[in-house]
């Protein structure tokens, strides 16, 4: 049975949360907690799966109880439910919470945002990794693109337009605005998965605020890991976004797919950044056995890591709410047979874009088509019309 922690400093709040609960009693073992000393007291006696804290408590708030939470018990998954916060509270809770949602909160998107956190922790078997993800709040950007994004902000005019440019080349600062911009604190009536727009919802004023008040967006660090280029891992995935838009735009006339398409083409590799950042020796080890054995990337990441890295990109994707398709294409971007999916999706785009702009680069060695997923969907005759349209796609230099 999982072990929930609520916390709330209201006792009304906290008494409708036990009666609107009720029906989890039998899967849940749910403990309540008026304060955030009271609650890291109980998190000292036993151990939680996940905390669920309100963000204006007296004494310690929500976001000081999260942070201290990430340091002491990281391998816990953090959510905010909250009332009427302020935007500078809400953004001094994105490094510390996995997720945001709003009061009063639907019973079922409750248990739904549990269920799905508590889900995630089963795609990865290490704890010592899941403790290391847990405490990642951002996905490091690439120096030149984090340069051009803090130029662009101090200019009194900056233009929004400009910042979701930038933004949208760059998995790392993609991940962390969608992750804001699809929180409960913005209220939207349905997840957001374009870049650009989210750049535009959040404004000139938020963004600031993340990069030079919270530091949420940051810079790789200047320990190189030998085998791994993030030039290269940025190039890599902005073809296989522009090829994944374009082949989701064949196949559907709904944009959202298509907008979807584009950031899991973006987000797909989002996993080698941030091994390479947090655990920079073992992911250099994994990167030597590749190239030392022959065997596929993801085989040496396993048997180095105990994960790959798409199951390490999905798992902080979907802790930080994004989207589900992109949380899935993310999984299973190499092995898309392992997904249960029956229909073209986001998954199948980016699979066939992922493998065609390795091909384009000349890096598909390792890399081939999962025909039997394809046939599965009856989709195999539909890549060489895929394939010839992506090439002239790359031909005119797209993605770069």
Known sequence: MKSILFVDDEPSVLEGLRRMLRPMRHQWDMVFARSGQEALAALAERTFNVVVSDMRMP?????????????????VVRIVLSGQSSKEATLKSVGAAHQFLAKPCDPEKLKQTVNQALALRDLLADEALKQTLSRVKSVPSLPTLYTELMEELEYPDASIKRVGEIISQDPGMTAKVLQLVNSAFFG????VSSSAQAASLL?????????????????FKDTAV??????????????????????????????????????????HDIGKLVLAQNLPHQYRRALAG????????????????????????????????????????TAFHHCPRESLGDSFSVLTAVHVANVLAREHAGEGQDEELDH?????????????????????????????
Not at 239 to 262: C, Q
Not at 300 to 310: I, K, N, V
């Open 59 to 75: 004494g310690m708030d929500g976001a000081a109880l999260l942070t201290e939470v990430t340091q002491r018990y990281p391998q």
């Open 203 to 219: 404004g000139t004023d938020t963004i600031k605020a993340l990069v030079l008040g919270i530091s949420v967006f940051s810079q």
């Open 290 to 329: 590749m190239h030392g054995s022959g065997v596929p990337l993801c085989e040496a990441e396993c048997t180095e890591l105990g994960a790959s890295h798409a199951q390490v990109g999905a798992y902080l994707l979907g802790l930080w709410g994004l989207p589900e398709p992109i949380v899935e294409a």
């Open 372 to 400: 039997e997923y394809l046939t599965r969907l009856g989709l195999s005759d539909r890549v060489p019309g895929w394939r010839a349209s992506c090439e002239t796609l790359l031909g005119e230099g797209v993605g770069t």
């Open 226 to 267: 030998e085998g791994l280029e993030p030039d290269s891992v940025q190039k890599h995935s902005a073809d296989t976004a522009a090829l994944a838009k374009n082949i989701a735009m064949t196949e559907s006339a709904d944009g959202r797919m298509a907008d979807a398409s584009l950031m899991a083409g973006l987000l």
């Open 188 to 191: 939207l009536p349905r997840q």
